[in-house]
């Protein structure tokens, strides 16, 4: 054998992971699920300001580079009450919320047949959009994301996908009220259902 045919071989070697993969290069999941969010701030007395709990929904792509490990990009979004809580009384609405979710990460696939575990992490950022009466503020920080979920082929390329995340960031109250208010770290955490389409 040449040392020609021998460069051509490697090269088509390393080459068959990708190419001879049993997943699709390309996959998009829309999705739609439920958010718990974390406290915005934290004030005295056990007072605290906080969106509320409500209905999520986004899409995620990824390219599958292998089996086993994926490129992710996701973007989310949730409308809900914008609440202040206060000892004995509760939680009380006192205007509404959007939150926009961007991010990108990796993802390790666990191996299955038909059936597979997989783990991601990543950043990007959380945009929200406060409303109180004619008030509005915006705001967007830098946030952090873990995740976990299991994908279940219904077909090589369609299958339902079945993941829980947890975003993690600090509200900017300096880019909202040109007041820089101590913040939580939040950990808002999202449960989706999807439906995993592949190319």
Excluded: K
């Excluded at 045919?5 to 993969?21: D, E, F, H, R, Y």
Aim: charged share 15%; glycine share 12%.
């Amino acid at each position: 054998m040449t040392r020609l045919s021998s460069v051509i071989l490697l090269i088509a070697g390393s080459a068959t992971p990708v190419l001879a993969q049993d997943r699709p290069v390309f996959e998009i999941t829309p999705n739609v699920g439920y958010i718990v969010f974390g406290d915005l701030w934290q004030g005295p007395v056990g007072t605290r300001l906080t969106n509320g709990n409500g209905a999520f929904y986004g899409v995620q792509g990824a390219v599958n580079l292998t089996n086993a490990f994926a490129i992710t990009a996701s973007v989310g979004q949730a409308r809900t009450d914008l609440s202040i809580g206060v000892p004995i009384l509760g939680g009380l609405d006192v205007g509404d919320s959007e939150t926009t979710l961007y991010d990108a990460g990796i993802q390790l696939q666990f191996p299955g047949r038909t059936t597979r575990p997989f783990v991601q992490a990543g950043a990007g950022m959380a945009s929200y959009r406060l409303r109180v009466g004619p008030i509005e503020v915006d705001a967007s920080n830098p946030a952090f994301h873990i995740g976990a979920g299991i994908d279940m082929d219904l077909s090589r390329s369609v299958g339902l996908r079945i993941q829980a995340r947890d975003y993690i960031g600090r509200f900017d109250f300096a880019d909202a009220i040109l007041y820089d208010l101590q913040s939580e770290t939040a950990h808002n955490l999202a449960l989706t259902v999807g439906l995993r389409v592949g190319f």
